[in-house]
Nanobody, 122 residues
């Protein structure tokens, strides 16, 4: 079992960058795929990106391809989301989640963090 905790959100101007971090407790972090999701006000929570336990496989939503990069450091039990060229439509609460699987997925995540707010001003 892992418990994700997000950090790094904030306010940034359009075109700017932010890096989110997600630290997860547990001794078997590398056996979990990690995903980032986001929820804008009045909208459903959407998948953003996921990375496999080894970090070899990644899967991006079309809306963030080429702008966001996911990575992980299993020695630190941490996954990162580098967000570049941010747009106002990226404004949302960003959630980190974990799923016990060998691949990557955009569904079926079992453990969720509390979320961190990202606001992009125009």
């Amino acid at each position: 079992q892992v418990q994700p905790v997000e950090s790094g959100g904030g306010l940034v101007q359009a075109g700017g960058s932010l890096r989110l971090s997600c630290a997860a407790s547990g001794r078997t972090f590398s056996t979990y795929a990690m995903g980032w999701f986001r929820q804008a006000p009045g909208k459903e929570r959407d998948f953003v990106v996921a990375i496999s336990g080894t970090g070899v496989m990644t899967y991006y939503a079309d809306s963030v391809k080429g702008r966001f990069t996911i990575s992980r450091d299993n020695a630190k039990n941490t996954v990162y989301l580098q967000m570049n060229s941010l747009k106002p439509e990226d404004t949302a609460v960003y959630y980190c989640a974990a799923k016990l699987t060998t691949g990557v997925s955009d569904t079926g995540y079992e453990y969720w963090g509390q979320g961190t707010q990202v606001t992009v001003s125009s």
